[in-house]
């Protein structure tokens, strides 16, 4: 059975840098074909996709966010980590993260979400 | 501005049929599966449909899903007050290399 949990701060203040992980089990990120994704959603807005990360390392990015964030794996932990620099309060979203089906391109297992708010 | 186009509501009274498009392009829908996806309010997003028109063990018949060209339709049959919920479309560009996803699509149930 697959799962995923998103853990981090609640409160970031503007400016500074946010560091999301994602801890997973049920499946392994060095199996060939996987892939594990972040998403955000602001408060009453659309799904907005950030990162992801395939097990072989490569690495993809919203074009409009590229040059803040930053994914990474720990495959011996089974952690997916997202950092975010120059946190704004536009920012302010539940992040969720999400299995990507291997060798495929949809997201069927999702966390759970965690809601970051950016405020001084 | 969402890369894939969808209304931002719809509605149908209970019993009856719904269809939700998504609009994209040659680089997104056009040469790729879609998915759709399923958010109760306070929930997380939930697959619904993929590779255009599969369903997950466990979602319903009621929901359907196709793609011609560069649109896709997810339809909802027997509606219930329970399928009230924002519904996503999502697929892969191949010219960006990114993933992208839909508006939304609101669903009420009167």
């Known amino acids: 059975q697959i799962t995923l949990k998103e853990s981090g701060p609640t409160l970031v203040k503007p400016t500074q840098t946010l560091s999301l992980t994602c801890t997973f089990s049920?499946?392994?990120?060095?199996?060939?074909?996987?892939?594990v994704g972040w998403i955000r959603q602001p408060p009453g807005k659309a799904l907005e996709w950030l990162a992801l990360?395939?097990?072989?390392?490569?690495?993809r990015y919203s074009p409009s966010l590229k040059t803040r964030l930053t994914i990474t794996k720990d495959t011996s932990k089974n952690q997916v980590v997202l950092t975010m620099t120059n946190m704004d309060s536009v920012d302010t979203a539940t992040y969720y993260c999400?299995?990507?089906?291997?060798?495929?391109?949809?997201?069927?297992?999702w966390g759970q979400g965690t809601l970051v708010t950016v405020s001084s | 501005q969402s890369v894939l186009t969808q209304p931002p509501s719809v509605s149908a009274a209970p019993g009856q049929k719904v269809t939700i498009s998504c609009s994209g392009s040659s680089s997104n829908i056009g040469n790729n599966y879609v998915s759709w996806y399923q958010q109760l309010p306070g929930t997380a997003p939930k697959l619904l449909i993929y590779?255009?028109?599969k369903r997950p063990s466990g979602i319903p018949d009621r929901f359907s899903g196709s793609k011609s060209g560069t649109s896709a339709t997810l339809g909802i049959t027997g509606l219930q007050t329970g399928d009230e919920a924002d519904y996503y479309c999502g697929t892969w560009d191949s010219s960006l290399s990114v993933w992208v996803f839909g508006g939304g699509t609101k669903l009420t149930v009167l």
């Open positions: 999400a299995h990507l089906r291997p060798n495929d391109i949809f997201f069927d297992y």
């Open positions: 990360i395939y097990w072989d390392d490569d690495k």
């Open positions: 590779e255009n028109n």
């Open positions: 049920g499946f392994s990120l060095s199996t060939s074909g996987v892939g």
